[in-house]
């Protein structure tokens, strides 16, 4: 009676909560980045080869079981399957593993490993023709872990089953492997999307950025007036290249698609000899001129480092080529300080500013980093944050719109006054 009992009792936990394959079920929406729902876009699983395509509201699902059998997982260091009446082991990291068979009365059956495993996968032999047709306990030692199996008979084989917690760490056995798979997206009009997939059950919203092939690479004609600053023609020997990749760059976080953006046809670019110089844009588009400063550069070398000279030389690009992108309002001298500071943001954006650099004063309009840390606070910190604010930003100061720019702007984009805002800024900065 009592072995009829235990058998009953673990079968019944047993179809209770096992599979015998692991459960996919990932669905979400696919929108562009004007939140419009994506139609049309084929979403694929890539590892279990499933897909879908997403209908007129941007929805889609991917269901049904994977294919990799019965699985189950044991703490941080290993997982366990058994397919074809074989046991199968992914170690996480190489260590001394035990794994052991007994009868649900706790007596030994077979030691199927004692010893030394390397990372990776292995397989026992599972002794089932000599085994009875009752349930048996699976056991796995690394030493610091234990996991405790239920290998239960079903029809003509058996099935692995997870029976309890595990005792180094009280948490519940997971029911599959741990998950490693990407879910690719493509759609005409919209570049190509690769996101990560952790669990095989899941709501997985994604945004697609509009296709940019039509981006025009400006002609960049570079003017080296400092020919005595050898070490920039060796550290960039052909700044073009890097001069069309930064204008690419800031044509990204500013707009949301090419046909939106101010088109620069040519960019004169001048290394110049005046040791007053820093950087500066002049003219606008369709062709524009910037100039950095050689003497300022070589000083600032031979305090930093090269390397720390061609990220300089790269921030003052990524700043000065915002000017000749950006929306201006058709009057930027009269908000210079909105206009810098979108100069400076972009520059921290793409990496050539650094946070430390933050510090609490000033006021929101007052240009370069002041303005640019309290731009890219709102951008991705206030609330959440916002990555469409920059974007909105800029629209506010469309040159075509028949609108005179003014700070109402911000309330516009946020529903809340700069002042407001300025002020939830600072106490946030001085914590």
């Given at each position: 009676m009592l072995k009829r009992f235990l058998y009953s009792s673990i079968l019944h936990v047993f179809l209770a909560i096992g599979v015998f394959a692991q459960n996919v079920d990932i669905k979400g929406k696919v929108t562009n980045r004007e939140g419009l729902p994506v139609a049309g876009a084929s979403v694929v699983l890539k590892n279990l080869n499933k897909s879908a395509t997403t209908d007129q509201a941007g929805l889609y699902q991917i269901s049904g079981t994977s294919d990799i059998g019965n699985v189950q997982h044991a703490g941080s260091l290993y997982s366990v399957a058994m397919t074809n009446n074989s046991i199968c082991l992914f170690l996480k990291a190489p260590g001394q593993i035990t794994v052991s068979l007994f009868t649900v009365?706790?007596?030994?059956?077979?030691?199927?490993?004692?010893?030394?495993?390397?990372?990776?996968?292995?397989?026992?032999?599972?002794?089932?023709?000599?085994?009875?047709?009752?349930?048996?306990?699976?056991?796995?030692?690394?030493?610091?872990?234990?996991?405790?199996?239920?290998?239960?008979?079903?029809?003509?084989?058996?099935?692995?089953?997870?029976?309890n917690?595990?005792?180094?760490?009280?948490?519940?056995?997971?029911?599959?492997?741990?998950?490693?798979?990407?879910?690719?997206?493509?759609?005409?009009?919209?570049?190509?999307?690769?996101?990560?997939?952790?669990?095989?059950?899941?709501?997985?919203?994604?945004?697609?950025?509009?296709?940019?092939?039509?981006?025009?690479?400006?002609?960049?004609?570079?003017?080296?007036?400092?020919?005595?600053?050898?070490?920039?023609?060796?550290?960039?020997?052909?700044?073009?290249?890097?001069?069309?990749?930064?204008?690419?760059?800031?044509?990204?976080?500013?707009?949301?698609?090419?046909?939106?953006?101010?088109?620069?046809?040519?960019?004169?670019?001048?290394?110049?000899?005046?040791?007053?110089?820093?950087?500066?844009?002049?003219?606008?588009?369709?062709?524009?001129?910037?100039?950095?400063?050689?003497?300022?550069?070589?000083?600032?070398?031979?305090?930093?480092?090269?390397?720390?000279?061609?990220?300089?030389?790269?921030?003052?690009?990524?700043?000065?080529?915002?000017?000749g992108y950006q929306y201006d309002d058709g009057n930027s001298n009269g908000i210079i300080g909105i206009i810098e500071g979108v100069g400076d943001c972009v520059r921290y954006l793409a990496g050539y500013i650094d946070i430390s650099q933050r510090r609490p004063g000033g006021n929101w309009d007052s240009g370069y980093k002041t303005s640019a840390f309290f731009f890219a606070w709102l951008q991705e910190e206030y609330n959440g944050g916002n990555p469409e604010f920059l974007y909105l930003l800029n629209q506010s100061m469309d040159i075509d719109d028949g609108i005179t720019w003014s700070k109402e702007a911000f309330k516009t984009i946020t529903g809340e006054t700069v002042e407001e805002l300025w002020k939830k800024y600072q106490d946030d900065i001085t914590k």
């Open positions: 009365y706790g007596r030994s059956v077979a030691m199927l490993h004692n010893g030394s495993l390397n990372k990776g996968r292995h397989r026992f032999a599972f002794p089932s023709r000599s085994l009875s047709r009752q349930v048996y306990l699976l056991r796995i030692g690394t030493g610091s872990q234990t996991g405790n199996y239920t290998i239960i008979p079903i029809n003509n084989s058996f099935t692995l089953s997870n029976r917690v595990h005792p180094a760490t009280g948490a519940a056995i997971a029911k599959g492997l741990p998950v490693n798979d990407t879910l690719s997206v493509t759609c005409t009009g919209y570049e190509a999307k690769t996101v990560p997939v952790t669990e095989y059950i899941a709501t997985i919203n994604i945004r697609l950025e509009f296709d940019w092939s039509d981006f025009l690479y400006p002609e960049i004609i570079f003017q080296n007036k400092y020919t005595s600053f050898s070490k920039f023609i060796t550290r960039f020997p052909s700044i073009e290249d890097t001069a069309k990749t930064i204008s690419y760059g800031v044509c990204r976080k500013l707009y949301r698609k090419f046909s939106e953006s101010l088109k620069l046809e040519k960019i004169t670019f001048i290394l110049d000899s005046d040791p007053n110089t820093i950087g500066w844009k002049a003219g606008k588009p369709p062709a524009i001129t910037i100039c950095i400063g050689g003497p300022y550069l070589e000083k600032y070398m031979n305090s930093n480092g090269l390397e720390k000279m061609a990220d300089e030389v790269k921030g003052i690009m990524w700043h000065e080529y915002t000017h």
